[in-house]
Every structure is written in C-alpha cells, then in structure tokens.
C-alpha cells in the first residue's frame, strides 16, 4: 500500500501505561516544513527523568509516550529557510524544540524558563498531538531548537552532554562557579550529573570534592574522573571535619535526603545550588542559611544558547559522559538496573543500529 502523502511515518519503542513497559510502536511526524530539520537519530541517552514519566511518578504522563532527549543524529532533511544546517550535518536536540519566541525569558535567550516552552516528549505540539522523543528512528524539529554538535566529540558519549552536561554547566555558570578558578565545590551525588559536574568543574579551575554516601567510589571519583576529595556521608568526622570549607555545593541528588548536611559544609555566603528533582519536598533549615549568609538556588537545563556554549566547551576540553552503550531491546532491563542506580554513569541507546521497523508489525 503506498504511503499517504501527509504521512511521515516513523518507529521507535513507547510505554503504553504507568508500568513503564516500553515496546514498539509505529507512529507519524509532520513533514519537514520550511522551518524545520529532519533528523536521523543515530544515539539516544536515557536520563533519569525518561523514567520519571513513563511511569508517570510527575503525574503529567499522556500515554503513549516515546521517551529520549538527548538525540545525537545527522540532518536527512532541511526546509527552505534554514540556513544554519544542511543535509548531511552532525546535530543534536536536546530537552525542548520549542517556545514562544516573544517572552522575556526568550528574549534573554532563556527558551527553558519560557511559559509556552515545548519538550521534546509528553508535551503539546501546535496540532493538537503529543510529541514523541528520541527513542525512534527520526524526528523533525524547528531549527531554533536543532544545535550542532561540534567536530571531535563523540556522537554516542557526548549524547547524554545535552541534558546531563548543561543540566549542571548552567547553574556553574550563573552561580559563579565558572569564574571561581581555585575556590572550592562540592558534588553531591555521583551518578549521571555529578561524574559531568566533577569533570566541568575541573575545566574551570575548581578544586572539586564528591559527596557520596557510596565509599566504594572514591577510587573512581579521584583517578577516574580527576576528583580531588571524597567525602562520605556516613563518616561523622570526617563531615564535621569538612564544616565550612566549599564555597558552593552543586547537589545533583535526585533521592529524597536532607539538605542541613549539605548546608553545613558552606563557607559564609556559600551556595548550594539544587539540580536534582527529588518526588518529594525537600526541608528547607533556614537557622543555618541566615546564620552564615549563605544561598539556595535552583536550575534547569539552559537555552539553545547556552547549550551550544556547553557542548563546545565539552568539546575543547575532551569532556564526555562515562556510558554504557545499549541495544534498543535493552531498554526494559537498563530502566530497571536504572532504579537501582546501576550504571556507571548513563545508558546511551545505539538507535541506529539496533531500532528494527519490522518489529510490532501484525
């Protein structure tokens, strides 16, 4: 049967129902329209917040849902006023393709704090339907929101940079991290942001300690990824020993925890910036914050921008995500080690060479 002309189809692998299961899926994308960019997707990281959804732990799941933003594949497809790609071109996309373009905060090259901002997965596109992400063979995206990925960083490790990487690089930059050359940052959490952290910060000239309540990383922490401390949780002196020695402290934690430890570790007007999106409030001692002048911030990913900045700095200096690459029939069993935090320190799905259209048809 010939394909209809207004039909793009496509495949990839979707969850059907608060279980998570993901299996395959046939669906459609729009056409490439004069503003767009057809991409092959040759990787596909899977990040925590993939999870998040498919079993609808946010509560904003709307089922089916194809997860995956941070797509790394080759421009098929350029419309007619596009000119900052062409066929051919190494892209990614990450966590957003679209938003308002008329707000301050889009104004400001914000596009992720906008109102109307469109994610990548389970978020409303202009006609009405439900946009799927990257755990499929293509997608179609506007060019504002395409980003090119830069000659000599790797398509499958530098994947997971375009949530992962300006997930954390963001907030460094804001914060002051990043002009904080010999000051002193804590990483909390070692896992798919704060190996990233650990590396970024290290580019910009921080001294950097991980914090951990797993003492079996310390040797990974240090002669892998370039840590210059480690700190356990669970080491009473050792923590008191280290109260009021960082000047900043990026908690990447994504666990339900308490943040007066964290709090304690901060000099006077110390930061301690929040990355992490635990399911549940997070208590707030506000004793400790007022007594030492100290800051508590939030962030989320950054603007187009802002991520081409991050995956070319990655890029100069060799910064990448530690995977472990994967088969899309995989999937299922790599969300489950996920839960459990088995991985070191991201899964990255081999699309291109493992997604097979044939499968799920009758």
Sequence with gaps: MAKSPDRNEAFGWAANDKSGVLSPFHFSRRENGDND????????????????????????????????HEIVGIATKVGKNVTGFK??????????????????????????YCPQVVYTYNSPSSDGTRNQGGYSDKIVVDHRFVLRFPDGLPSDSGAPLLCSGITV????????????????????????????????????????????????????????????????????????????????VLDTVSADHSLMPLFSLLKVNGKLVTVGLPEKPLLLPVFPLAAGRKMVGGSMIGGMKETQEMLDFCAKHNIVADIELIKMSDINSAMERLVKSDVRYRFVIDVANSLNPAQGRL
Excluded at 50 to 59: A, S, T
Excluded at 89 to 95: A, C, E, L, Q, S
Excluded at 191 to 209: M, P, Q, Y
Excluded at 227 to 248: E, P, Y
């Design 37 to 68: 960019v057809t991409v092959k997707i040759l990787f596909c990281g899977v990040c925590h917040s993939d999870l998040h959804i498919i079993r609808n732990e946010w509560g904003n799941a709307r089922y089916p849902i194809i997860p995956g």
């Design 87 to 112: 066929e051919g071109d190494r892209v990614g996309v990450g966590v957003i393709i679209g938003s308002c373009q008329s707000c301050d905060s889009c104004h400001q090259d914000l596009e992720n």
């Design 169 to 248: 690089y963001s907030p460094m930059k804001y914060y002051g991290m990043a002009e904080g050359k010999g000051k002193h940052l804590g990483v909390s959490g070692l896992g798919g942001l704060g190996h990233i952290a650990v590396k970024i910060g290290k580019a910009f000239g921080l001294k950097v300690t991980v914090i951990s309540r797993s003492p079996e990383k310390e040797r990974e922490a240090i002669d892998k990824l370039g840590a210059d401390s480690f700190l356990v949780t669970s080491d009473s002196q050792k923590m008191k020993d280290a109260i009021g020695t960082m000047d900043f």
